[in-house]
C-alpha cells in the first residue's frame, strides 16, 4: 500500500517511538542494505524492526526498532482501529527474518 492510499483513507502513520543502535560506521560511498520487517501488530500500534548491514551481510552498522501508531488526519486523533484496508494490507507483508 502506497503511503498516499493511507493519507487518501484519512490516516496518517507518525513515529511514536524510536530506538537506533549504532553497531559500526558506514563510509561515504559504501553501499549496504535495509531491510525491515514487521514485528507485530497491536491494535492501532505497528512495530517495525530495521537492520543495516553490508552487501555480503558480513558487517552490521545500524539495528534500529521503531512504533507507529494510527492517526484520523481529519481529528488528529488516535483512531480506535486500523481501517480494514490498511489491517488487510500490513497483514499480507511477508514477514522474513533472513
Not at 10 to 18: A, E, K, M, N
Not at 33 to 43: F, P, V, W
Not at 60 to 80: F, N, P, Q, S
Request: glycine share 4%.
Amino acid at each position: 500500500m502506497n503511503f498516499a492510499d493511507l493519507v487518501a483513507l484519512g490516516c496518517d502513520l507518525p513515529v511514536v517511538d524510536l530506538s537506533i543502535r549504532y553497531h559500526r560506521s558506514l563510509q561515504m560511498g559504501m553501499t549496504a542494505i535495509l531491510k525491515t520487517r514487521m514485528e507485530e501488530l497491536k491494535g492501532v500500534r505497528i512495530n517495525w524492526d530495521y537492520v543495516l548491514e553490508s552487501e555480503d551481510r558480513q558487517e552490521l552498522y545500524i539495528t534500529a526498532k521503531v512504533t507507529l501508531v494510527a492517526v484520523d488526519r481529519e481529528r488528529g486523533k488516535i483512531m480506535r482501529q486500523l481501517p480494514a484496508t490498511v489491517k488487510d494490507a500490513l497483514t499480507r507483508i511477508p514477514n522474513q527474518s533472513n
